[in-house]
């Protein structure tokens, strides 16, 4: 008998559903963003918790960190395309939406005109409560800062990256100090 092959198909096996009643929660809202170079990602995804890992591509500039800003993800409806066979339609991917304000406005107007010129070159981070999680696809960058009428509002920096990928990003557990304001001594 034939055997039916589909090249491209993924053939691993769903995991088991992970039950824990007594998990705790992890708390929302982004806290920190950043983003890592293409060609830094697989070495960073090999090891994603090593704070050493981390500390040498924030050394070599492969990675940077936005340590303290309030943001969010949303939750994108998935783009479809038709179905084949019996399926009614396919899930293409997502489109995900990542944005972010920083208050840090007055020393980074030349980081952020040049960091949203880079598209396609760095996958992007962002930390909620105890987790940190990193794009599979490259990101759109932008970054403005309106400048509002009340005289008492800040002026912050309005970041967003945007993706399209069949995946939402996999938490794992934060590495220690990375997310801290520092500065790198040469």
């Known amino acids: 008998m034939a055997?039916?092959?589909?090249?491209g198909c993924p053939t691993s096996e769903l995991p088991f559903y992970q039950c824990d009643p007594?998990?705790?929660?992890?708390?929302s809202k982004v806290r920190s963003v950043g983003a890592v170079t293409d060609t830094y990602y697989p070495?960073?995804?090999?090891?994603?918790?090593?704070?050493?890992?981390?500390q040498a591509g924030i050394a070599s500039e492969d990675i940077i960190i936005i340590p303290r800003v309030i943001g969010s993800l949303d939750a994108p409806d998935p783009l479809t395309g038709p179905?084949?066979?019996?399926d009614v339609e396919t899930i293409l991917g997502r489109d995900f939406n990542l944005i972010w304000r920083d208050p840090n406005y007055?020393?980074?107007c030349n980081f952020?005109?040049?960091?949203?010129?880079?598209?396609?070159?760095?996958?992007?981070?962002?930390?909620?409560?105890s987790q940190t999680h990193i794009t599979p696809e490259t990101v759109v960058i932008d970054a403005r800062a309106p400048i509002t009428?009340?005289?008492?509002?800040?002026?912050?920096?309005?970041?967003?990256?945007r993706w399209r990928s069949e995946s939402q990003p996999c938490?794992?557990?934060?590495?220690v100090g990375i997310f801290d304001c520092f500065g790198l001594e040469e």
């Open 171 to 175: 938490p794992f557990a934060t590495p």
């Open 112 to 129: 952020y005109n040049t960091f949203r010129k880079r598209n396609g070159v760095f996958h992007g981070i962002y930390r909620t409560g």
């Open 3 to 7: 055997t039916v092959y589909y090249p």
């Open 149 to 161: 009428e009340n005289s008492e509002d800040n002026v912050e920096w309005n970041g967003n990256m």
């Open 43 to 54: 070495t960073l995804l090999a090891n994603p918790t090593s704070t050493a890992v981390w």
């Open 83 to 86: 179905g084949y066979g019996d």
């Open 22 to 27: 007594c998990e705790n929660y992890e708390k």
């Open 106 to 108: 007055i020393n980074n």
